[in-house]
Nanobody
Framework: QVQLVESGGGLVQAGGSLRLSCAGSGRTFGVYAVGWFRQTPGKERDFVGSISWAGSTYYADSVKDRFTISRDSTKNTVFLQMNSLKPEDTAVYYC????????????????WGQGTQVTVSS
């Protein structure tokens, strides 16, 4: 079992930045891929980006060059640095983990956090 807790969400103006954290417990993140997803009411959960156990990162086109994922394996934590935020980035953000390689389909992820709200005002 892996337990995940996201934090760092909040309200920010367009153009601002936020850093989300995803802290894991129960098992080391070391051999897991970690994905970030976001969801707005009435819509499907969308892939934001992911980081492999080796540190390779992948991003959705909509956030490429604005968002950065990193991991601190010593602290079992993964970060999502979000810069140049836009109102359309408003969503609940979730982190999730899966053994093996990265995937962009949320159904491929086994464990999920509870989510953290990000609201970007115009």
């Amino acid at each position: 079992q892996v337990q995940l807790v996201e934090s760092g969400g909040g309200l920010v103006q367009a153009g601002g930045s936020l850093r989300l954290s995803c802290a894991g417990s129960g098992r080391t993140f070391g051999v897991y891929a970690v994905g970030w997803f976001r969801q707005t009411p009435g819509k499907e959960r969308d892939f934001v980006g992911s980081i492999s156990w080796a540190g390779s990162t992948y991003y959705a086109d909509s956030v490429k060059d604005r968002f950065t994922i990193s991991r601190d394996s010593t602290k079992n934590t993964v970060f999502l640095q979000m810069n140049s935020l836009k109102p359309e980035d408003t969503a609940v953000y979730y982190c999730a983990v899966r053994p093996g390689g990265v995937r962009s389909n949320p159904s491929d992820y086994a464990y999920w956090g509870q989510g953290t709200q990000v609201t970007v005002s115009s």
